[in-house]
């Protein structure tokens, strides 16, 4: 296999390419049909989308506001994507999310005197419980009762998002108060270890998590670590460490691409993956290579409401640091397309979560400049996911494959061998 | 406190809100049982039910009649119907996947079309309500002089009579016309039905867009029946519970219909009781119809028989 012909390899990356030329172009069509929507509005669409562009990337504060917008999204397109690789469609990562939100900042609330690299991880570790708890209840129903799971895990978000917002108006323990902010005394109850509300306030909020919960900020980060030593000095390095929008900036986006990295490995280098790939290409078959289906599903229906609920901590423990009523939405609806977009690939999830991203921090910018409605963001997206998906049915991958092994068989006089791996794409 | 739960329970305008809270899920779920037992998901109802209410406001507001408003919203509902049905079975995509970015798609045009409809001028907010012609009620002679029943059942408007015809006609549609042999054929056995000359593919274009339809009917009762103004996003969910309630009523007419009475008076019930200030948590009785639902289906229902195609494209061999 070592002396493949030159041409080969050439074919070998033309088809590799389709993984990313398939969304660019996708997005492309979804920009150009918008544009005619944009047009018939009244507005010119080259200068709302530059308006656009420049709401994302113009400016320092711009690609910090973008930066928080993909960091949630990351996870919960990592969330869908990895079930979806396996056969299970996650549709309750909305859920989930808020769950995971709601979990951390519990954890953020309560336990107030410890430091920050305990802190952390356990928010992080309770919200990714919270979110695989929800998970694995269709995972469960879906592997030893053959029950579908899209039904399941839809109905479930609407039960987690209103035990969220309940949560959110039962005033949360607090020792050291005894009257509510209208000065009412508060006979404490076990209910009021599970509520969340803020009890100073008149308003359905948490309180803020303690400041050793939240995610440091790029700027505290580099005035102190070992970059700083080794450029302190440099007049650009304080300028930049300076500047208010990467003093915005969370550790969320490099956590986020940490993420990225570790599904790829759980996805292509582990055997939970494998064995997920392998279920969700072809259930009998992957009964028939020894693989244990159900306890496959329920494993992939645990990975993906853990990260799902991950997602919801990253927004809680990086930008908000409280939950309040309608804390996100559509967080985890949209990590769907942000899945599919990025072809299912972690990596491929990360660039469309930016696109994402993008989108939404740049549509207040193309509003306000341009008075084209954030709406037409929707419509974007929309036609986005359309294009892709058609596209990637065009198949182009797998027909150069065949005309490739068709040649190969064709030089070597003999039959094509069946191909063993589980397919990437 | 249960006094007055009881009251709620035993009032007359609970059953009048039950019916109103029933009507736009039963016309989209009825309207696409058609379309799942041909084997396509309707996920999709969610955008075509707001475009069905953007729809009807347009159609109303311009025309000056609540009846052409009507008319425009089915054809929203049919075009949003005819694009699901493109990728649905044409190009063979996944119809969850689809159906997920035309709800997303069509939260942000309908209100681009509504605030291009009724905007002042371009690019303004519009500040007062918008109010266009609304659908009058029909009192039905003598059925609606019946005391309690006549105002609950029969002093609707016209789309909530629809409702109810809509029961036996779908059924009749499925069980007694060959074209609802040819549905359930394609639905269980796509290659058998196009062995026998069926056109799978043309069953089921037209059974996605009776889909859209009905539930571009539905969005046009939830804007100009019940609030007669539009709001972002109104359909809330909507499509998703049609979508819920065939399943619970296991793609059965008179099921789909229950599930549909169910969810609706769970809805009504929530509605009333919440206005009345109870020490029951609002947030639970919101989630209650879930709930319910959910444990139905897990507990009682048991495993779902899906139509055997069911959400798969289908392709002719050898093609």
């Avoid at chain 1, 969330?79 to 859920?95: D, H, L, P, Q, T």
């Avoid at chain 2, 016309?177 to 593919?201: F, N």
Wanted: charge should be neutral; aromatic fraction near 12%.
């Amino acid at each position: 296999m070592t002396d493949k012909p030159k041409t080969y390899i050439w074919q070998a990356l033309l088809e590799k390419s389709f993984n990313i030329l398939i969304p660019v172009f996708a997005i492309l069509a979804a920009f150009l049909i918008s544009g005619i929507l944009i047009i018939a509005w009244g507005a010119n669409p080259l200068e709302a989308y530059k308006a656009l562009l420049a709401g994302a990337f113009g400016t320092p504060n711009a690609i910090a506001t973008t930066m928080t917008r993909l960091s949630p999204l990351v996870f919960t397109g990592l969330a869908v994507s990895y079930g979806y690789r396996s056969g299970f469609f996650n549709i309750g990562a909305e859920g989930q999310f808020f769950l995971g939100a709601l979990a951390a900042t519990w954890v953020g609330i309560t336990f107030t005197n410890l430091p920050g690299w305990v802190l952390i991880p356990l928010c992080a570790l309770a919200a990714a419980l919270a979110g695989a708890f929800l998970a694995v209840i269709p995972g469960l129903l879906k592997a030893l009762r053959g029950f579908n799971e899209v039904l399941t895990t839809l109905l479930l978000n609407y039960v987690a998002i209103q035990y969220f917002e309940w949560a959110l108006r039962i005033e949360h323990y607090r020792p050291d108060i005894n009257v509510t902010w209208d000065d009412k005394p508060i006979k404490w109850t076990f209910l009021n270890w599970i509520g969340v509300k803020d009890v100073t306030q008149p308003f359905p909020q948490s309180p803020g998590i303690v400041e050793a919960a939240e995610l440091p900020k790029l700027g505290t980060l580099l005035k102190t670590g070992l970059l700083n030593q080794l450029f302190g000095q440099a007049h650009w390095y304080e300028e930049f460490v300076a500047n208010p929008a990467v003093n915005r900036m969370t550790l969320a986006p490099i956590i986020a691409l940490v993420f990225v990295v570790i599904m790829y490995f759980v996805l292509f280098r582990m055997t939970v993956g494998f064995q997920a790939r392998a279920v969700g290409v072809n259930p009998d078959a992957a009964r028939f290579m020894g693989i244990n289906v159900p306890r496959t599903i329920i494993i992939t229906s645990l990975i993906s409401g853990a990260l799902a609920g991950l997602g919801g901590s990253i927004e809680v423990l990086g930008a908000q640091h409280r939950v309040i009523p309608n804390f996100l939405v559509n967080a985890g609806f949209d990590g769907i397309p942000v899945a599919l977009i990025g072809q299912l690939h972690p990596a491929g999830v990360f660039l469309s979560a930016l696109f994402f991203g993008a989108l939404r921090a740049g549509a207040n910018k193309m509003q306000i400049l341009t008075q084209v409605p954030i709406s037409v963001v929707y419509v974007i997206q929309a036609l986005a996911i359309l294009f892709a998906i058609a596209g990637a049915l065009l198949d182009l991958q797998s027909k150069i494959k065949i005309a490739r092994l068709a040649k190969q068989t064709e030089a070597a006089g003999e039959q094509p061998v069946a191909e063993k791996e589980v397919s990437g794409a | 406190m249960l006094e007055q739960i009881v009251a709620v329970i035993l009032s007359v305008e609970l059953y009048t809100a039950v019916v109103r809270m029933t009507t736009p899920l039963l016309l989209a779920a009825l309207g696409s049982i058609l379309a799942e037992r041909s084997g396509v998901v309707t996920f999709s109802m969610e955008a075509m039910m707001l475009l069905g209410a953007v729809g009807a406001i347009i159609g109303s507001g311009l025309t000056g009649s609540a009846w052409l408003g009507l008319c425009v919203a089915m054809l929203f509902g049919a075009l949003v119907g005819l694009i699901y049905a493109v990728w649905a079975v044409s190009i063979g995509a996944n119809q969850i996947v689809t159906s997920v970015a035309l709800n997303l798609g069509a939260l942000g045009l309908s209100s681009i079309l509504y605030v291009m409809t009724f905007a002042p001028a371009k690019g303004e907010v519009i500040e007062q309500v918008i109010q266009v012609p609304s659908l009058p009620a029909w009192k039905i002679p003598l059925l609606g002089d019946i005391p309690v029943i006549g105002t609950v059942f029969f002093n609707q408007i016209p789309i909530v009579y629809f409702g109810y015809l809509l029961i036996p006609i779908i059924w009749f549609i499925l069980y007694k016309t060959t074209w609802g042999l040819k549905v359930r054929a394609v639905g269980e056995h796509p290659h058998a039905a196009d062995t026998v000359g069926i056109s799978v593919a043309g069953v089921r274009y037209i059974s996605v867009v009776i889909s859209g339809i009905m539930s571009g009917l539905a969005g046009a009762f939830l804007s100009i029946g019940m609030l007669n103004t539009f709001q972002e996003g109104m359909s809330a969910g909507r499509g998703f519970i049609a979508y819920t309630a065939i399943v619970f009523g296991k793609w059965e007419p008179l099921g789909v219909a229950l599930g549909t009475v169910l969810f609706g008076a769970a809805d009504a019930l929530q509605l009333r009781l919440q206005a009345m200030n109870l020490a029951i948590p609002y947030q639970f009785m919101v989630a209650f119809p879930y709930l319910v639902t959910f444990i139905t289906l897990v507990v009682f229902v048991g495993k779902a028989v899906w139509p055997a195609s069911y959400g798969m494209p289908f392709q002719r061999e050898g093609k």
